[in-house]
C-alpha cells in the first residue's frame, strides 16, 4: 500500500486535573491521547490504521493536492 500524509495536530489539555495531549487527524476527524506527546502519536496512528481497515473508502485519492492545514491561537 502506498503512504498517505495525514495532517495531526496535537495539544495539551486538562483532563480530570491531569495533563495529557490529544491528537486530532484533521482529514478523518479521528481523535485519541495519551500521557506524552510521543505516546499520542502513536495512539493516534494506531486509531487512523484502525479507521482505514473498517473505512477504506475515506482512503485520501491519490491526486488530491489539499492546501496544508494553517493552525492559530485565537483568545476572546
Given amino acids: 500500500m502506498d503512504k498517505k500524509a495525514f495532517d495531526i495536530a496535537i495539544n495539551e489539555e486538562i ?3 491531569k495533563k495529557v495531549f490529544v491528537a486530532h487527524c484533521l482529514n478523518l476527524g479521528i481523535t485519541s491521547q495519551g500521557y506524552t ?3 499520542a502519536l502513536e495512539n493516534i496512528k494506531d486509531a487512523v490504521k484502525l479507521y482505514l481497515e473498517e473505512c477504506p473508502e475515506d482512503m485520501p485519492k491519490k491526486d488530491e493536492k489539499l492546501m ?3 493552525a492559530t491561537r485565537l483568545f476572546l
Fill in 15 to 17: 483532563v480530570n486535573n
Fill in 37 to 39: 506527546y510521543e505516546e
Fill in 68 to 70: 496544508p492545514p494553517m
